[in-house]
């Protein structure tokens, strides 16, 4: 089913972000310590990457293997995605497919069409392995220009859309700029800002990172690291696919309003109520006026806050 | 009237007399006659009740005269706001080509009732959302209506739908504002989209804060910015419009052309600078905008002044001349 042009619910009441994934890690089914990586990393999600089998079946390979991997990416609470390649999609899914994944990451993604596809092929794998109908999400790792050109009809092709990942390496190529990162500005800037507006309006989220560290994927200091991840955030992106494990901690405290932000909303929320008791249309706290958008903002971010918090639980519980 | 020229507006709210009574001599282009988030709900409607005679007294001084009505309440609102002597209606929140049409027929049945010309008030979708934002053509061809001018896109409501911070030292919203100021222009509208300038602190009553927004809207031929502080009024006002220098230029550049037209050539030099067909239209706009702006500054110094002596008049007990 396709998003329509009409209104959603109003900006407010809408979840924001659609899904807690702040801090996203690949990890390969081929690791020997897959469990113990994705059980250690903190991640709130996983992407699983294969090889395929030469010389042999791989579908039958993966098949057999997969169930398995998929448990032990999930171990330490992390949803569990499985990275797709557009050109083979359909067999990919076939092999991938099972109970206790999330969704789907589709790479190489040019247009809708290959959205199109997918969902075709998900709705009759969902049946067949009984998994619930319309269950899986299929984000869209955007790298090529296609990806991006087509943006609006890609997130809006399916209502399974969850969001749009961005893969500042291979869209650089894509797009023939250099990827050495010695530039004075962004070159991805108006890109990343069209793929978090596009997918906010489709109810979707965006995931990167600010540059240079979403091209250059090298580690770096903590402070290096932490400044990074805010800028992202200021940027509108919901959550990074973290190229070293190293950020993953700072991805989950930095994709998120901070303890004293949300302190900050509960005292805008309750000041604003009293002013509303007395007829007022705005009240002052430390010099600046609240008025109905700032409320309504404290509200939303309060509960961005809140589900980041009971994200952070259940993957403690999921370590107990 | 040249309502044209809208170089400034402001908001302002008819609940109170303080902000109100005073708008006409802050020497606004444009007061946007505000129902909707200035407002306490339980406000909102004596103050639509008030909206036609603040009309009278917001435009004293020459200015055009805007009214933000409120999206969850436009059957409410709307009858209250399209009077004689408003300019332009502003929807908040658009989303979808639906909700803003319906609005438009709302318009029309009201003008007609009214006396006045059916399609003559402008309805203007503030693009304030993201889904907003990529409906934009939807919604600017969705009605025959006239708009003269978009842009915003940026803003408090849509930082909060993005989830990011409003004041930031870099351009967050650089697609949202592009893509709502390409869509205009794509129907011939002029684009007021804003262009990035810092702003960190979020201060609304810094004059250099706003010689450094009608600098940089300047530079990219944008007219128009907002002011959410009376002291930001006179520095967008004079700062976005040409300067005398750029008039002198403008017209030698023209004369330069008009010779190197009758030499039957097409491109030239003066004072070491290119002029050719692109350079002779851009002065040539410079020169319509400085002519519109002049005109509009007329109106509003008779405007004013005609204020001033009637407001002179009840206190001196007999009238001026």
């Given at each position: 089913m396709q998003i329509s042009l009409d209104t959603q619910q109003p900006v407010g009441e809408q979840p924001m972000p659609k899904d807690i994934r702040r801090s996203v890690f690949s990890l390969s089914i081929?690791?020997?310590?897959l469990g113990e990586k994705a059980y250690a990393s903190w991640a709130d999600a996983i992407i699983l990457d294969f090889v395929k089998k030469p010389n042999g079946d791989w579908q039958e390979d993966l098949k057999s293997r997969m169930p398995a991997a998929i448990h032990a990416a999930g171990k330490g609470g992390a949803e569990v995605f499985v990275r797709i390649n557009r050109d083979t999609a359909a067999a990919e899914l076939d092999a991938t497919v099972f109970s206790g994944i999330s969704g789907v990451v589709l790479k190489g993604v040019t247009g809708p069409e290959d959205i199109t596809a997918a969902v075709q092929r998900l709705d009759a794998l969902e049946v067949s392995r009984g998994l619930g109908t319309g269950f899986l999400e299929i984000d869209v790792e955007v790298n090529t220009a296609g990806a991006v050109w087509h943006s609006l009809e890609i997130a809006r092709a399916s209502e399974r859309f969850g969001a749009f990942l961005v893969n500042e390496q291979e869209l650089c190529r894509n797009l023939g700029i250099q990827t050495a990162p010695t530039l004075e500005f962004d070159p991805l800037e108006y890109i990343k800002s069209q793929l978090i507006t596009v997918a906010t309006a489709a109810g979707g989220q965006a995931l990167g990172m600010s540059y240079p560290m979403g091209l250059t994927l090298a580690n770096a200091s903590d402070d290096v690291v932490k400044k990074a991840v805010k800028r992202a955030r200021d940027t509108g992106f919901k959550g990074a696919v973290c190229a070293h494990a190293s950020w993953i901690k700072f991805c989950n405290d930095g994709f998120r309003p901070t303890a004293d932000e949300a302190a900050y909303y509960r005292k805008v929320i309750e000041v604003f109520a009293e002013g509303i008791k007395r007829g007022m249309a705005s009240v002052p706290i430390d010099g600046k006026m609240i008025d109905v958008p700032v409320d309504l903002r404290a509200k939303l971010y309060l509960k961005w806050a809140n589900r980041a918090q009971a994200r952070d639980d259940e993957k403690t519980q999921a370590h107990q | 009237m040249n309502n044209r020229v809208a170089r400034v507006s402001m908001f302002v709210t008819p609940t109170n007399p303080r902000f109100i009574d005073k708008a006409?001599?802050?020497?606004?282009d444009v007061y946007i006659l505000d129902i909707e988030d200035s407002i306490a709900p339980a406000e909102k409607q004596r103050c639509r009740t008030l909206i036609r005679e603040s009309i009278q007294k917001a435009n004293k001084g020459g200015a055009s005269i805007y009214v933000r009505i409120n999206k969850p309440f436009v059957d409410a609102d709307l009858p209250y706001a399209?009077?004689?002597?408003?300019?332009r209606i502003m929807l908040p929140k658009t989303e979808s080509p639906a909700e803003f049409k319906r609005v438009h027929e709302i318009i029309t049945r009201l003008e007609k009732e009214r006396g006045i010309v059916p399609g003559t008030i402008e309805l203007y979708p503030m693009i304030e959302s993201a889904l907003g934002a990529v409906n934009i053509h939807a919604i600017l061809t969705a009605t025959p209506r006239k708009l003269r001018s978009m842009g915003g896109a940026g803003g408090y409501d849509m930082a909060m739908n993005l989830g990011?911070?409003?004041?930031?030292?870099?351009?967050?919203y650089a697609f949202p504002v592009a893509y709502v100021a390409l869509a205009a222009m794509s129907l011939g509208m002029e684009a007021t989209g804003g262009v990035f300038v810092p702003n960190t602190?979020?201060?609304?009553?810094q004059g250099d804060q706003a010689a450094m927004q009608a600098a940089a809207l300047h530079a990219a031929g944008v007219h128009h910015a907002g002011a959410?502080?009376?002291?930001f009024i006179q520095p967008l006002v004079s700062g976005l419009s040409p300067t005398a220098d750029e008039i002198a230029w403008a017209k030698k550049v023209i004369e330069a052309f008009d010779r190197l037209t009758d030499a039957g050539e097409s491109i030239g030099q003066l004072d070491g600078k290119v002029v050719d067909k692109y350079e002779n239209d851009m002065a040539k706009r410079t020169l319509d905008w400085a002519a519109a702006c002049a005109a509009k500054d007329t109106y509003k110094a008779r405007a004013l002044a005609r204020a001033q002596a009637a407001e002179k008049q009840p206190a001196d007990g007999h009238a001026t001349h």
């Open positions: 081929e690791d020997t310590q | 006409w001599t802050r020497g606004g399209v009077w004689p002597g408003v300019d990011i911070e409003m004041f930031a030292d870099f351009d967050q602190s979020g201060r609304v009553d959410l502080h009376p002291n």
